[in-house]
């Protein structure tokens, strides 16, 4: 199996807090591990590529400061969204992907992050 | 710029009946093509398709893809009510690319 267990599923705080969401491969190593938004009726947009041991690599538009990530282990990524306010609100879904040649990202079950 | 487009956005059918997702795409240095089912949360992994004619099966679901068409279909037979969900087409270029998702009701 390919097995991606995030944590937490859901998040509720005031503004200003920071969250720290974390995502595991439990079954293979991942050096590359995605992290994707998801607006309400609106498909999957990734934010980032993490790669284990380096800096991860950001889209366009997305801000490297306010969204934290952290690719310390072959099996590990987190995502801190720093100073959350209500717009950070939103489904934040990651993946991992097996390492090697044509392998599929499996996801995670997603963290519904709402900032008050 | 790259794109992915699904058809239907959305589709309701009675239990039994057969369906054909459709997916065509635009993407810059194409790798792969993927399917996924969402339902209340993250998306679960159907199918990878690399080389152009040759279907992969699972069951009741099959999905070929057409190179030269730049598409895909995804075909559900049979249908039963838990293969209502959200039906997601992915393109491999240089990142993992969705389109919005065929939304699938399968009526009892």
């Known amino acids: 199996g390919a097995v991606v267990s995030q944590h937490p599923s859901r998040v509720i705080c005031k503004s200003g807090t920071s969250v720290k969401i974390e995502c595991r491969s439990l079954d293979f190593q991942a050096t590359t591990m995605f992290w994707y938004r998801q607006f309400p009726k609106k498909s999957l947009m990734l934010m980032a590529t993490s790669n284990e041991g380096s800096k991860a690599t950001y889209e366009q538009g997305v801000e490297k400061d306010k969204f934290l990530i952290n690719h310390a282990s072959l099996t590990l990524s987190t995502l801190t969204v720093t100073s959350a306010h209500p717009e950070d609100s939103s489904f934040y879904i990651c993946?991992?992907?097996?390492?090697?040649?044509?392998?599929?990202?499996?996801f995670g079950d997603g963290t519904r992050l709402s900032i008050l | 710029e790259d794109k992915v487009v699904q058809s239907p956005l959305s589709l309701v059918v009675h239990e039994g009946d057969t369906v054909t997702l459709n997916c065509s795409y635009e993407v810059t240095n194409f790798r792969s093509l993927l399917w996924y089912k969402q339902e209340k949360k993250a998306p679960t992994f159907l199918f990878m398709l690399?080389?152009?004619?040759i279907e992969k099966k699972s069951g009741r679901l099959s999905s070929i893809l057409d190179k030269k068409e730049l598409s895909s279909i995804l075909n559900i037979t049979a249908t039963q009510t838990g293969d209502s969900a959200i039906y997601l087409c992915a393109v491999e270029g240089a990142a993992l690319l969705f389109g919005k998702g065929t939304r699938l009701h399968i009526l009892p």
């Open positions: 690399t080389s152009s004619g």
């Open positions: 993946s991992a992907r097996r390492d090697g040649y044509y392998q599929p990202q499996h």
